[in-house]
């Protein structure tokens, strides 16, 4: 019993690095814009059929696929920040790029439906196969250890560089308070686009590695992104360190309801939890209160 | 948060002249439309529009009036369209009573989510909305021995026939009546949303959509506004609901997912956040011109992500905004020929 | 100053004009905000009629105080009352119901909508027709429709905002906006009108015209409460003043005495 105990939680671990990824781009632009990125999602999407494309028609590298999608969630993210957000921000509405994205959203699947076709694509990455054992009668799969590496070396790559850089602090700086940090020197609208870059760069590369695990289709990505979602909020909008132990343990909760309860009602848990955290604890479970200023 | 400008200023009483003209438009347009498209498939689709009329004037009211970002308005139609379905299987109830179970569930559920969101600013409310949606659907999916889940139900009659003493039976079997019903309903209920939006009602809504601290000031309890838009907002859904069950026979959980959501909140912005009418034309357009684009069926829902991402940047207003511009220049051509 | 504003005034305070009774009343207010202390155990009486200032330099806890007064904040601890009904716990909007109405420091107009339908925002407290008139809109509401109308225009025009009636609220220049938050804080046919600040941003000829109004509006028995951090403006119109600093009461009494109460002199001319 313990095995599985036990062997739940490494898939858990596993499942749970790969929402921090895609998670933690929405809150990362959540706290410098304190906008929702709709399209998220299909970055994700977007990225696992491009690390597909160049695995299987160019012959390339698994593992150099991965850096494939990361650059081409960045530059995604460049895209959707140029064409709606730095636009719409003149007009200073809250509620219109949130909408505008979900549109993006609702436009880029359809058009990868149409392009791609609705039946999921086999992508098995050569790693998928390889089983290794660990200790108590558990394994992991290659597939599995390298998200896990990949995945944690990112996210501490990213967290030391929000804490320790210039650019990262100047990031936090902008994400506590635009006007001041633009008064400080900093250009808040290029550090807007960095964050865009970084966060769509997290989500692509997600998407490679989530690749092989997921069903791969069109709406790859949506399955991931509304529990991305669920963490960020969970987490904390804008919160990194609240967003990591969320994803951590939403993972875990998924994989331990798959096991013991029915795998159907995932959704409805990981749901339940987000509605009872806002009911509760709307601003996450370890962020600080903002006060509206009158 | 809309950025366009608010209507004119006149006294609406004149406007209630041409609204008895456009009133009586619209019900000559209903009344003549099935006579114009006498095959099954084009009545389907108008019943669907109006349908889509429906839903669509719901959400502007709670979005585009009361300012709430309600991403979960599917929840509702589908809530209406269970309910009324099983009131009927399941407890033997007539129609029209199972129809009323269906909206008063619908609007219940609506005030529950307000309720419960009632403290949530913008985002969180979308996302708390999203995750209700994700709920009921799940619920539908996965409760089988009350929704029979994805397998669906089948059969589902159309409302009773009516037959009145003097008068040829209306049968609703009939898809023209079926659609009279709907559509008549869909007018009902814009005309009831469009009294309650001209009055202080609509004022107070408004109010609080611009700025709720302010609102407050001036008196306005917020919170329970709120919760009364999205009880009104939500009921039209489930009437919506219940219409579209017993019109299309059957009921799968997938036609409520989290896109039809989606789907609605684009006919809502394409036509003209906070118009009313507005949202009438978002809906017409969106159903008919997919159809109208026959042969590339699966670019409906392209069509939708296009319209909505491009009227959002470019034309925030919809179709309302668009034409007031058309208007502003035809009014300006006409003053400058008439000035010589 | 016209007799519809001070008959909205008078219906309200009939019976209570004796200016010796208290209209509001608070004791040992307190209210922190994470480490910040920003009102210590403010006491104050602010009797019927006549103009109250609340003064004190940036940062001595006036906001807060007005906050907790409108109901924006709760106290942490400590009573307040208005004509004796008891305020703490209750809902912004219920003390509107009372006749307590507020402006904002940092002006908070629905931009987007027309100066008069701002106005008439205020009216919806007062609207005493019948639910089911909103739907069916018979002679009732019309009636309502045209007197809201009207006495919006009566406001504009004791603001001087009539010509701009239809002109959308965030296309006013900045000293009208706040005349039209007065007229629209009016609306609401308040026993007791608190201010913020109500001179930020203005020039000195806007400044002249919005203490005009306030004096006219004392005249018409309203009580005003004005919080500002100039003191030479204060002086000009308030019969009583409550001088804060750091959260805390320095002195309440006559303006004059103000200026010479050495406490006083030291918060303004110290540090």
Known sequence: MSTVLLQQGINGVVLGS?????????????????????????????GAFAAYFFTFTFGGNYLASIAVALLVGAILGWLVNAAIFAPLRERGSELLPLIATIGVSVLLQNVMLLWFGPIPYAFDSPYSN??????????????????????????????????????????????????????????????????????????????????PILVLTPFAGTTVIVKAFAIVIIGGFGNVEGTIIAGLLVGLIESYTTQFVNPGLIDIVVFTLLLMMLAFRPTGLIAEKREENV | ?????????????????????????AIVTIGLLPLVFQDSYWRTNLIVCALNVMLAIGLDFILGYAGQLNLGHSAFYGIGAYVSTLVITKLGLPFWVAFLCGIVLAGAAGMALSMFAVRLRGHYLAIASLGFAVI????????????????????????????????????????????????????????????LVRSPIGETLTAIREDEVSASSLGINCPAWKVFAFGAGSAVAGAAGAFYASSVGTLVPDAFIITESFTILAMVIVGGMGTLIGPVWGAILLTVLPEVLRGFGDLRLVLYGAALTLVVLFMPG???QAAQIVRAQFDRLRARLEAG | ??????????????????????????????????????????????????????????????????????????????????????????????????????????????????????????????????????????????RDYARCRDEARKLL??????????????????????????????????????????????????????????????????TVVIVEHNMDLVMKVADRVLVMDYGQYLFEGAPAEAQVDPGVVAAYLGA
């Open chain 2, 1 to 25: 948060m809309s950025s366009r400008d608010h209507a004119e200023l006149a006294n609406p009483f004149d406007r209630s002249s041409v609204s008895r003209r456009w009133l009586l438009g």
């Open chain 2, 136 to 195: 009921v659907h799940q619920v539908l999916v996965n409760w089988i021995s009350l929704t029979q889940g994805p397998l669906g139900i089948y059969g589902i009659k159309p409302p009773p026939e009516i037959a009145l003493p003097g008068l040829p039976v209306i049968s609703f079997g009939n898809s023209a009546n079926m659609f009279y019903l709907v559509a008549g309903f869909a007018l009902l209920f814009y005309v009831l949303l469009d009294q």
């Open chain 2, 318 to 320: 919809g179709i309302v």
């Open chain 1, 130 to 211: 390889q089983v290794i054992r660990l200790w108590g009668g558990t394994f992991i799969t290659g597939q599995n250890l390298i998200i896990i590496v990949v995945s944690t070396l990112t996210i501490a790559l990213l967290y030391a560089f929000m804490k320790f850089t210039f650019m990262g602090k100047a990031l936090r700086a902008v994400a506590q308070d635009r006007e001041t940090a633009g008064l400080m020197g900093i250009n808040p609208n290029h550090l807007i686009m960095l964050t865009f870059v970084i966060a769509s760069a997290l989500a692509g590369m997600g998407g490679a590695m989530l690749g």
């Open chain 3, 157 to 222: 025009s004791f603001v001087g905002l009539e010509e701009r009636a239809k002109a959308r609220a965030g296309s006013l220049a900045y000293g009208e906006q706040r005349m039209l938050e007065l007229a629209r804080a009016l609306a609401t046919s308040p026993r007791l009108l608190v201010v913020d600040e109500p001179a930020a941003g203005l020039n000195a000829a806007e400044v002249e015209k919005l203490l005009d109004r306030i004096t006219q509006l004392r005249a018409g028995g309203m």
């Open chain 1, 18 to 46: 790969l929402y921090v990824l895609v998670a933690l781009g929405l809150t990362l632009i959540y706290g410098v814009l304190v906008q929702i990125n709709f399209a998220h999602a299909d970055v994700v999407t977007i």
């Open chain 3, 1 to 142: 100053m016209s007799d519809d504003i001070s008959g909205r005034v008078a219906g309200q305070a009939d019976g209570r004009r004796n200016s010796d009774k208290v209209l509001f009343r608070s004791k040992s207010l307190n209210k922190s905000f994470g480490g910040v202390h920003a009102v210590r155990d403010i006491s104050l009486n602010i009797p019927h009629g006549g103009v109250f200032a609340i003064i004190g330099p940036n940062g001595a806890g006036k906001s807060t105080l007005l906050n907790l007064m409108s109901g924006l904040y709760q106290p942490d601890s400590g009573t307040m009352s208005l004509d004796g009904v008891d305020l703490v716990g209750l809902k912004a909007h219920r003390r509107v119901r009372l006749g307590l109405a507020r402006t904002f420091q940092k002006i908070r107009l629905f931009k987007h909508l027309p100066v008069l339908d701002n106005v008439i925002a205020g009216f919806h407290i007062h609207h005493d027709i019948p639910a089911w008139q909103y739907v069916l809109q018979g002679t009732a509401f019309r």
